[in-house]
């Protein structure tokens, strides 16, 4: 198993990272919350969770320990592969899904793309002893994990080497489209939305 990859960021793109280790790029799948930590050229260290499939061979990369660890617990749950895992990590931070599978919160899970009520209650029996208690107390249940989609978009477009100024056009172009969602806003969704406004403008 690979437990981690170190090294300087290569490249960024909306769904993934090329971290260099050794002279070599290694291609890690990350969430919106997890690139928008990182920066070209910079170092950085990823948690990473390898999935084998019979023709591929995916990393995912994780900003630490316990995000890779609820990654793999997620997967445990009949149904649950690694893009919806990766998808409810990028909507709830570990803690946000414990405490909603703790007290039988459906509301945050069909907050995820692609889970509807009855893969939410089927989510809950199945994953209830296995996430453990919540560990800290300043996350709310479905508390998104940063401060706000516009802050987190804005830093993902930075990330990927746009100009301040082209990011603050960027997320002023998405902001009817984040605002018409219910729920919270899926910062991966508004990413895409934002690079397509930027692409039509050069």
């Known amino acids: 198993m690979i437990a981690f990859v170190s090294g300087p960021v290569a490249a960024l793109a909306p769904d993934s990272a090329v971290v260099e280790v050794g002279g070599i790029g290694i291609a890690v799948q990350c969430s919106p919350n997890t690139l928008?930590?990182?920066?070209?050229?910079?170092?950085?260290?990823?948690?990473?969770?390898?999935?084998?499939r019979e023709d591929s061979l995916t990393l995912y990369g994780f900003a630490d320990d316990d995000e890779r660890g609820t990654f793999e617990l997620l997967q445990t749950a009949s149904g649950v592969g690694?893009?919806?895992?990766?998808?409810?990590?990028?909507?709830?931070?570990?803690?946000a899904l414990r405490r909603a599978i703790a007290t039988g919160d459906e509301k945050t899970l069909t907050a995820v793309p692609?889970?509807?009520?009855?893969?939410?209650?089927?989510?809950?029996?199945?994953?209830?002893?296995?996430?453990?208690?919540?560990?800290?107390?300043?996350?709310?249940?479905?508390?998104?994990?940063?401060?706000?989609?516009?802050?987190?978009?804005?830093?993902?477009?930075?990330?990927?080497?746009?100009?301040?100024?082209?990011?603050?056009?960027?997320?002023?172009?998405?902001?009817?489209?984040?605002?018409?969602?219910?729920?919270?806003?899926?910062?991966?969704q508004l990413l895409k939305a934002a690079l397509q406004t930027l692409n039509r403008a050069r």
């Open 82 to 95: 690694p893009r919806l895992a990766q998808a409810m990590l990028a909507t709830h931070s570990p803690d």
């Open 36 to 52: 928008s930590g990182l920066r070209m050229g910079q170092q950085t260290k990823l948690a990473t969770s390898l999935v084998v």
């Open 114 to 188: 692609g889970i509807g009520k009855r893969g939410a209650q089927k989510l809950l029996l199945e994953l209830k002893d296995r996430l453990g208690e919540p560990l800290g107390t300043g996350t709310g249940i479905g508390a998104p994990v940063s401060t706000g989609w516009r802050d987190q978009l804005h830093a993902a477009l930075i990330g990927l080497g746009y100009a301040t100024r082209e990011a603050d056009e960027a997320v002023s172009a998405v902001a009817p489209q984040a605002e018409a969602a219910e729920g919270t806003p899926q910062v991966g």
